[in-house]
């Protein structure tokens, strides 16, 4: 199984409400990624987990807050966002942190109204 | 400063060769990527290449680095309708394992 699975597809949400991303792999990787992309703009990194810890957070608005419940899943909930986080949420893992290939997910489409 | 750049589109005739460019400004990049990324799709690892190698071919695939001017491209042989999708550059250094991406090539491949 080489697949990132992300749940769900498509993501529709008012400013108030609360919502959760979730993300699976289950390829042993011990590296865990979420992406924020624009329309027409590269990936950017919002947070990365290594080991069930976080490692990395670029700085990202506290109304996202990850969480790693084990080592195969991933999760983003969502609290109070702006129409200016409709974005496409990728997740994506690696074998290790580091520079082990970036499996990525098919991301889920949020629109934020 | 990290900054990856990319021409933003590309049309090739189906069979001909395309030849997708990027420069970035980081000397010190230790790892070099191509991502694909076809519509309403995640990202897709194409290929990379090590700082320290001049050129990396992987069948229809061939990426080409040239450290002195930061200018590393990607040239796809024999390119295919399938072809046609976003193409990303990104790089990575030791000292941060964070992938910077470029903005992207948007590949058409016409029939």
């Known amino acids: 199984?080489?697949?990132?699975?992300?749940?769900?597809?498509?993501?529709?949400?008012?400013?108030t409400n609360k919502k959760s991303l979730k993300?699976?792999?289950?390829?042993?990787?011990?590296?865990?990624y979420w992406y924020k992309q624009k329309a027409k703009k590269p990936p950017e990194l919002m947070f990365v987990y290594s080991y069930e810890k976080l490692s990395i957070n670029e700085s990202v608005p506290?109304?996202?807050s990850p969480e790693c419940p084990?080592?195969?899943l991933l999760n983003l909930h969502l609290h109070a966002l702006q129409p200016e986080d409709s974005a496409l949420y990728l997740c994506a893992s690696s074998q290790e942190e580091g520079h082990d290939e970036q499996f990525f997910g098919?991301?889920?489409r949020l629109t934020v109204l | 400063g990290e900054d990856v750049e990319q021409s933003l589109f590309l049309s090739v005739r189906e069979g001909d060769s395309s030849v997708i460019n990027c420069t970035?400004?980081?000397?010190?990049?230790?790892?070099?990527?191509?991502?694909?990324?076809e519509p309403g799709a995640g990202l897709q690892l194409l290929t990379y290449i090590f700082s320290n190698?001049?050129?990396k071919q992987d069948q229809r695939l061939t990426?080409?680095?040239?450290?002195?001017d930061k200018h590393l491209s990607l040239r796809i042989a024999d390119t295919q309708t399938g072809d046609s999708a976003i193409y990303f550059c990104a790089e990575s250094m030791d000292s941060s394992y964070k992938l910077i991406f470029g903005s992207g090539t948007r590949l058409l491949v016409r029939p």
């Open chain 1, 1 to 15: 199984d080489t697949e990132v699975t992300q749940t769900p597809k498509h993501l529709v949400m008012g400013m």
């Open chain 1, 23 to 32: 993300c699976e792999q289950h390829m042993g990787h011990r590296a865990m």
């Open chain 1, 62 to 64: 506290s109304r996202f």
């Open chain 1, 70 to 72: 084990n080592s195969s």
């Open chain 1, 106 to 108: 098919p991301g889920t």
């Open chain 2, 24 to 37: 970035y400004t980081d000397s010190s990049s230790t790892y070099l990527y191509w991502y694909k990324q």
């Open chain 2, 53 to 55: 190698m001049d050129m």
């Open chain 2, 63 to 68: 990426v080409l680095l040239n450290k002195k």
